[in-house]
């Protein structure tokens, strides 16, 4: 598991033990071992093994860098691969061996590449395949034997295409699709078959599209598609079954949309959806019920929120995650992995020496029931009954069982298997059951004292022999019983126990259970149980024979059992 999860702070390992609210995806406490940045981290791709990183920066982790660079998933040390570009790496596309990078470089790889290359995923070498882009290259997707690219270039591929191109993945030459924008084209991605094209245009294929496009990916045309942006759109991405831009825009899909908005797929309508973003959307992702917000706004979804903001997808409602980020030029990149969330730009996080580049380990959760009578106990408060917990990634926690007095713990299931302590690694969401049953009555030979006789004399208690079960304490406990003069019941005592000892008192007749108590031991290792069964049950075990057990449990958790017979009449 790589240790980008695993070497987070062990506090971490539990984060509540009890019930909970709706629960967050990632922890807001980022992973100890993410290498800083001396400048801008401006895209993040996980790759094979490894993370990969792009931006301004010429130095991380303490390694010189220049614009590019591998993060070892299981150390979190920069490793030896060093493409060593000469300007701003914007994008990274991994497809098998091959990384494709895009940007305003002129040489990487040891080559000199304009904009857009491919490099060997082990040696970070460029490859044969040069596209030679006239201008920066921003975003690219790859399908099939096709990789489309947006950007400000006017000619790549051999070819003049204005901001939007599609390149051929063997030759790197352009083919014919060509949507002809007029500006600016900051991102692209394929959805169902249809290119979403974003940026800063006012036409593109063939008709007028303020700023936001659906294209057809084999001629190139606008589709009718058409939610008209008011400024430009830097990103945009599918969640919840829409498509969600995030910009600079106060109007998009016919509403007042302030820099974020939820666009249906079949008309470009904006739906009710609106979080309200006081600033620039730079970077999206969605997983699930939440998109990912990171730019330079100080408020988004109804809450003060800086630079980084989780959303919900069905209300627009700020989540109560909130990871103590300050900005110092906002973030220009927000990426969901396997393992957990990227985000990168210019900032730093309250209480974590980590700058511009920063992980925040996935959750899972851990769902621990009880059967019976009994507690579970981990790095959290103790659990009685249903609890939820989530976890870090990775993390392993180690549940304990403890029974109640009078049970005995009968084992795991779920995660967890048998009697002794459960290890739980969490690499997904996990449950386990322990079950508690009623412990039998045991522990050596019965006193002749138990043999149904005549009672004694109510006001003369009588001590009793104990029959106990071998244990590691020697016991001079003695054992009394005396009917109460003016009421209902009996009381038992037991004397020479240790302080602290608890003990379980249980008490029946003829006619089924009469009563039972549980107490715990004074000072001088003394119990005192008052026995008071209800008047039916009390007329009815004066009338034959009662049988009081009791199980001393002491502070080390050893136990010893004994039981008394006796008659009232």
Known sequence: ??????????????????????????SETPSTITPSANGAIRVVVPGDGVTYVGGDFTQIGGVARNHIAAIDNATGAVTSWNPNASNIVYEILVSGSTVYVGGLFTTVGGQARNRIAALDSSTGLATA????????????????????????????????????????????????????????????????????????????????????????????????????????????????????????????????????????LSTGLATSWDPNVNNTVHALDAEGSTLYAGGTFTTAGGQSRSGLAAIGIADGLATAWQPALTMSGGLREVKITDEGLWVGGLFTITGSS???????????????????????AGSGPVCSATCSSQVVRGSTVTLTATPAAGQRFTGWSGAC?????????????????????????????????????????????????????????????????????????????????????????????????LVRDAVRADGKGRFRV????????????????????????????????????????
């Open 354 to 376: 980590t700058t511009n580049l920063a992980f925040f380990p996935r959750l899972h959760d851990l769902s621990v029931t009880v059967t019976g009578s009994g507690s579970v």
């Open 417 to 513: 298997t048998g009697t002794g302590s459960c290890s739980v690694t969490m690499s997904a969401a996990k449950s386990v059951t322990a079950a508690f049953a009623p412990a039998p009555d045991s522990g050596g030979t019965t006193p002749t004292e138990t043999t149904p006789a005549p009672a004694p004399t109510p006001t003369a208690p009588q001590p009793a022999p104990v029959a106990e079960e071998p244990s590691p304490v020697k016991l001079t406990t003695t054992l009394t019983i005396s009917r109460l003069r003016l009421a209902r019941g009996f009381t038992v005592v037991l004397d020479g126990a240790k302080p602290g000892s608890l003990v379980s008192v249980r008490a029946r007749s003829g006619a089924g259970a």
């Open 1 to 26: 598991m790589p240790a980008f999860t695993r070497l987070c702070l062990l506090a971490l390992a539990m984060l509540l033990l009890g019930a909970s609210p709706a629960q967050a995806a990632f």
């Open 530 to 569: 008052v026995m008071r069964p209800t008047k039916k049950r009390w007329r009815a075990a004066k009338r034959g024979t009662i049988t009081v057990r009791v199980v001393l449990t002491r502070p080390d958790g050893s136990r010893t059992r004994m039981h008394r017979a006796f008659r009232l009449m």
């Open 129 to 264: 395949w040069d596209p030679n882009a006239n201008a920066q290259v921003y975003s690219m997707v790859r399908d099939g034997s096709t990789i489309y690219t947006a950007g400000q270039f006017t000619t790549i591929g051999g070819q003049v295409r204005n901001r939007f191109a599609a390149l051929d993945v063997s030759t790197g030459l352009a083919t014919a699709w060509n949507p002809n924008a007029n500006n600016t084209g900051n991102r692209i991605v394929l959805e169902g078959g249809v290119l979403y094209a974003a940026g800063n245009f006012t036409s593109v294929g063939g008709q007028s599209r303020n700023r936001i496009a659906a294209l057809d990916p084999v001629t190139g045309l606008a589709t009718a598609w058409d939610p008209n942006a008011s400024s430009g759109i830097n990103d945009i991405v599918l969640g919840g079954g829409a498509l969600h831009p995030g910009g600079n825009f106060t109007t998009i899909g016919g509403q007042a949309r302030n820099r974020s908005a939820a666009l249906a």
